[in-house]
């Protein structure tokens, strides 16, 4: 199993920066991926930026050139810069882990944080 922990949200002003982290805990050992998630108001949960144990990252298009994944394994921390933010990235914000349960054949789950919230002003 794993645990997530989710911190530094909060209210920013438009054009500000915040820095999300995500602490992971557990079976660190079977994860293959990293990712963090938003959900807006109303709106469905989608994927913000993601990255792999390699190293690959993938970002929506909505956030490209602004927000950065990145993985610190000497503290099992996942963080999300995120630059030049905007009144429509407020949210909740998730972190995932893709845990992996069996590799023959190949199944996996994803775990899930508690949330912080991002609040952006215009």
């Known amino acids: 199993q794993v645990q997530l922990v989710e911190s530094g949200g909060g209210l920013v002003q438009a054009g500000g920066s915040l820095r999300l982290s995500c602490a992971v805990s557990?079976?660190?050992?079977?994860?293959?991926?990293m990712g963090w998630y938003r959900q807006a108001p109303g709106k469905q949960r989608e994927l913000v930026a993601s990255?792999?144990?390699?190293?690959?990252?993938f970002y929506a298009d909505s956030v490209k050139g602004r927000f950065t994944i990145s993985r610190n394994n000497a503290k099992n921390t996942v963080p999300l810069q995120m630059n030049s933010l905007k009144p429509e990235d407020t949210g909740v914000y998730y972190c995932?882990?893709?845990?992996?349960?069996?590799?023959?054949?190949?199944?996996?789950?994803?775990?899930w944080g508690q949330g912080t919230q991002v609040t952006v002003s215009s």
């Open positions: 557990g079976s660190i050992d079977r994860l293959n991926g």
């Open positions: 995932s882990a893709n845990y992996v349960v069996t590799y023959i054949p190949f199944s996996a789950r994803a775990y």
């Open positions: 990255i792999t144990n390699a190293g690959s990252t």
